[in-house]
T-cell receptor, first 112, second 116 residues
Framework: GQQVMQIPQYQHVQEGEDFTTYCNSS?????IQWYKQRPGGHPVFLIQLVKSGEVKKQKRLTFQFGEAKKNSSLHITATQTTDVGTYFCAGHGSSNTGKLIFGQGTTLQVKP | DTEVTQTPKHLVMGMTNKKSLKCEQH?????MYWYKQKAKKPPELMFV???????INESVPSRFSPECPNSSLLNLHLHALQPEDSALYLC???????????????FGPGTRLTVT
């Protein structure tokens, strides 16, 4: 079945360092979404990418969608302790309307 | 109002109990979802409702029974659960459903369920 792989599983950084998480899909995605889940919290929608090669920025966060629409990345510049949490990418399930296929998530720890 | 609310926040139930989880949204969204999330795992889709009709059932055991009384409310009825059903149950909503596109989803805070 369709899968979305996400790496790394965990990342520990010093505050101020950069961070990147990568997603790869086994099939072409119509769109990809990114969510953040704080410890003890629930997933919160960050952004959606739709176009091939699309790049979007939100302050220190940069999101990219690959040219082939099979991979995506989230890059955080100069991490802060508020960035702590698990970041999930999620793509549209081609065989099921409404189904998001989530990556396994990358848990980010930031040392002050 | 971009909030999805869920009650209760925590629930402890025995294997013979019957209980219900409730979810509500007032964003005018036409699609609502139930997810199950185990620790350190991504959310796992259980059910999708579109315009109050069940659209997707991800082969969920019949001890979980969803209900959508109206476009703002979503319930999950629980009966004869097993200890392995202990998890965070998340409700979500989105503006709608489309064949080749997935709208952003707004998640509620979840109900943390413990089955003893």
């Amino acid at each position: 079945g369709q899968q979305v792989m996400q790496i790394p599983q965990y990342q520990h950084v010093q505050e101020g360092e950069d961070f990147t998480t990568y997603c790869n899909s086994s099939t072409t995605l119509s769109n990809i979404q990114w969510y953040k889940q704080r410890p003890g919290g629930h997933p919160v929608f960050l952004i959606q990418l739709v176009k091939s090669g699309e790049v979007k920025k939100q302050k220190r966060l940069t999101f990219q969608f690959g040219e082939a629409k099979k991979n995506s990345s989230l890059h955080i510049t100069a991490t802060q302790t508020t960035d702590v949490g698990t970041y999930f990418c999620a793509g549209h399930g081609s065989s099921n309307t409404g189904k998001l296929i989530f990556g396994q998530g990358t848990t980010l720890q930031v040392k002050p | 109002d971009t909030e999805v609310t869920q009650t209760p926040k925590h629930l402890v139930m025995g294997m013979t109990n019957k209980k219900s989880l409730k979810c509500e949204q007032h964003m005018g969204h036409r699609a609502m979802y139930w997810y199950k999330q185990k620790a350190k795992k991504p959310p796992e889709l259980m059910f999708v409702y579109s315009y109050e009709k069940l659209s997707i059932n991800e082969s969920v055991p019949s001890r979980f029974s969803p209900e959508c009384p109206n476009s703002s409310l979503l319930n999950l009825h629980l009966h004869a659960l097993q200890p392995e059903d202990s998890a965070l149950y998340l409700c979500a909503s989105s503006p709608g459903l489309a064949e080749t596109f997935t709208y952003e989803q707004y998640f509620g805070p979840g109900t943390r369920l413990t089955v003893t």
